[in-house]
C-alpha cells in the first residue's frame, strides 16, 4: 500500500500560497495608482508642492514597506491641463527616484494629477 500525503500539509501551502498572491496583487495595485486630486489655493491657483510631496510620498509607500524619507517637489503645480512640476523621492536604501507629476484634468477648484517615473 502507497502512503498517501497528508492532506492537511497542502492545504496549508495552499492557503499560504494564495496569500502571497494576494499580498503581491495589492503591492501592485498601490504602485499602480498614480492619479491623485487636490484643491488649489484661491489666491495662486496652484496646487502647493508640499501638497504634491505628501500625496507622492503615500503613493510609494507599500503595505509592508516604509515609503521615501523624504519628497521634495521643485515649485508648485499650477491649474492648468498638462502642466507639469520635477520631483524627486529620497528613500533610505537605494538611488533616489526622479517624478515628473503632470495635470489630467482641472474641475472648478479641483486638480487631478498623474505621477510618471
Known amino acids: 500500500m502507497i502512503p498517501q500525503p497528508p492532506r492537511r500539509g497542502i492545504v496549508i ?3 499560504i500560497a494564495l496569500a502571497v ?3 503581491l496583487a495589492l ?3 498601490r504602485l499602480r495608482d498614480r492619479d491623485a486630486t487636490s484643491e488649489v489655493e484661491r489666491g495662486t491657483r496652484t496646487v502647493p508642492r508640499t501638497e ?3 500625496m507622492i510620498s503615500g503613493q510609494l509607500t507599500l503595505p ?3 515609503g521615501p524619507d ?3 517637489c521643485f515649485g ?5 491641463p498638462y502642466a507639469e512640476v520635477r520631483c524627486t523621492a529620497h528613500f533610505p536604501i537605494g538611488p533616489d527616484r526622479h517624478l515628473t507629476v503632470e495635470v ?3 474641475q472648478h477648484n479641483k486638480v487631478t494629477y498623474r505621477r510618471h517615473s
Open 13 to 15: 501551502g495552499l492557503v
Open 70 to 72: 523624504a519628497v521634495r
Open 64 to 66: 509592508f514597506r516604509n
Open 27 to 29: 503591492a501592485a495595485a
Open 21 to 23: 498572491a494576494g499580498a
Open 52 to 54: 504634491i510631496a505628501r
Open 76 to 80: 508648485d503645480l499650477r491649474a492648468v
Open 104 to 106: 489630467t484634468r482641472v
